[in-house]
């Protein structure tokens, strides 16, 4: 049996991407307790910045495991790399008011 699937598998690998996909859309939805029609209204552009790629990432408090929204890859990257602090955030912007231009 798991022969035959792998055959099919390599036969028609779009096929098996798009049904993985959506396998895991699906479980994310339920982790965050999104409906379907929740995150169709949220899936067309980044929470921060406004983009609108074909793939956002599920943005979410690391200490609740709480929800935020959908982001873009950079803007997740940044919140990744500044550990969601918010202080750091801040000096951060502070430094680009003072540097800019």
Do not use: V, W
């Not at 994310?28 to 929740?38: I, K, S, W």
């Not at 899936?43 to 929800?67: N, Q, R, S, Y």
């Not at 929204?69 to 990744?80: F, I, K, Q, V």
């Amino acid at each position: 049996m798991r022969e035959k699937t792998q055959q099919r598998r390599r036969a028609d690998p779009e096929k098996y991407l798009a049904i993985a996909a959506r396998s895991r859309l699906k479980k994310l939805l339920a982790d965050y307790g999104l409906t379907p029609e929740a995150y169709e209204a949220i899936i067309k552009a980044c929470a921060i910045c406004g983009a609108a790629p074909k793939k956002l990432c599920f943005d979410h408090d690391h200490e609740t495991g709480a929800f935020r929204g959908l982001l873009c890859h950079p803007c997740n990257t940044a919140l990744g790399l500044f550990k969601d602090d918010i202080g750091t955030m801040g000096a951060a912007i502070e430094y680009l008011k003072r540097r800019k231009g």
